[in-house]
């Protein structure tokens, strides 16, 4: 029988859900509660102390906080800008990749708490439900998951109704927008992501509102890569997360990254959510065009319908998969010679690569020039070549006509 004293550890955002939580869980199981955030992003000094606060405000017997962004980066990021990996061509996997670490380090925290039960805010609906669950199964199968927006099917006004009559803090966006922030970018989702017809009002951006009402002047930055990873902006060299963080601060002034994903949710229905990926939109256009100058054509072809797979298998929350391993040695190999700078200009919600150097450049090592004078060939290897390239269709029109 789990004991009066032994806590419920809580996943906790600080949003309307597991606010909720808070004193629904220790109400119900007359348990203390203690919360954790796992900082994957989007979490300064201030937000900290503001969520330690509203924990606690909420009956909270204490609330933990754990830097999980350089590691968030290493295990994941990473080979998500290796595999230039978007959902549907758009979506960057901008939050959602980072809950299979937040987890892990909720089931470590539980542990070490001697605690034997945890929790999270997910609803019924979403995938954050399954990503969660799948690695706290896989990781500490011993532990109790208990779900309380999903299992008794709480609505967000109902929430907001319950803590406002316990005179309890209510998260100002709570019943209109429900928001996720993370190092790779924010989602946004509410009443116009419900259905397919429009978007969500210019105030309801998190990162860049109003900034094309006023559009800036166009900019431009400089990004260097080594071996497949962003190192530095404009010459400065800078470590991954505050890279990440300079570049999304930059994009987010000309409102770049923005979508409405609609896709396949894990659960198998069609879902529609919001997003803004500032930093992943440039870091992903810039990789991708200096892995056009210094990938051969082979590897990108190899190397992209794999990307596809290890961002189906993020997105479902299967990162624990021995497969996400073997592809991301094949990632990592690839990179071998993605290095180099990347000029980008900044304009409007949008931005636009300028020009690439490598030392690898496979552009430069060639004696020919596209479309102007041949090279390591001669006018007649030429001829050859294109008299040999059009057999397979020149037998195919000959078959027909037997």
């Known amino acids: 029988m789990t004991s ?30 203690v919360t954790v955030t796992v900082n994957c992003g989007g979490i300064d000094a201030a937000a900290a102390r503001a969520l330690d606060e509203r924990a606690r405000s909420l009956g909270a017997a204490d609330h933990r906080l754990i830097e999980a962004r350089p590691e968030f980066f290493d295990r994941v990021i990473k080979y998500l800008v290796m595999g230039n990996v978007r959902r549907g061509n758009m979506y960057p996997l901008s939050v959602g990749a980072e809950r299979g670490l937040q987890a892990k380090y909720l089931a470590k925290l539980a542990k070490e708490l001697g605690s034997d039960t945890v929790a999270h805010g997910c609803t019924a609906a979403g995938n954050d439900q399954v990503r969660f669950e799948i690695v706290l199964k896989a990781v500490a199968p011993e532990l109790t998951i208990l779900a309380p927006v999903r299992d008794h099917a709480w609505q967000r006004p109902a929430q907001v109704k319950f803590l406002e009559e316990r005179k309890m803090p209510v998260p100002t966006r709570g019943s209109a927008y429900s928001t996720n922030r993370g190092l790779w970018g924010v989602t946004i989702g509410g009443t116009e992501t419900l259905d397919s017809k429009g978007s969500i009002p210019e105030s309801a951006w998190v990162l860049s509102a109003g900034a094309l009402d006023k559009p800036q002047p166009f900019g431009e930055i400089e990004i260097e890569f080594a071996q497949g ?47 803004e990926a500032p930093a992943a939109e440039i870091l992903i256009s810039a990789h991708r065009e200096l892995e056009k100058l210094t990938l051969l054509g082979t590897q990108a072809t190899v190397k992209e319908p794999v990307s596809q797979v290890y961002g189906q298998l993020i997105h479902e929350g299967k990162q624990l998969d021995p497969a996400c391993r073997d592809i991301e040695a094949l990632l990592q190999s ?13 304009r409007p919600g949008s931005l636009f690569v300028l020009g690439v150097t490598s030392p690898h450049s496979l552009m430069a090592v060639s004696r020919g020039k596209y479309g102007e004078a041949a090279g390591e060939w001669t006018p007649a290897d030429a001829y050859g070549f294109s008299k040999i390239m059009a057999l397979p269709g020149m037998f195919h029109t000959r078959a027909g006509g037997q």
């Not at 300079?246 to 994009?251: N, R, Y």
């Not at 690839?334 to 900044?346: D, I, M, N, Y």
């Open 4 to 33: 009066s004293s032994n806590p419920i550890v809580l996943a906790f955002s600080g949003g309307l859900d597991t606010s909720f939580c808070v004193p629904w869980l220790k109400e119900t199981y007359k348990r203390p509660v």
């Open 229 to 275: 990873v962003p190192v530095g902006i404009d010459g400065k060299r800078l470590d991954p997360v505050a890279l990440i963080e300079k570049v999304e601060e930059l994009g987010a002034r000309f409102g770049i990254g923005r979508g409405i994903h609609l896709g396949d949710t894990i659960i198998g229905t069609k879902g529609r959510v919001a997003f």
């Open 334 to 346: 690839s990179q071998a010679r993605v290095t180099g700078k990347v000029r980008v200009q900044l």
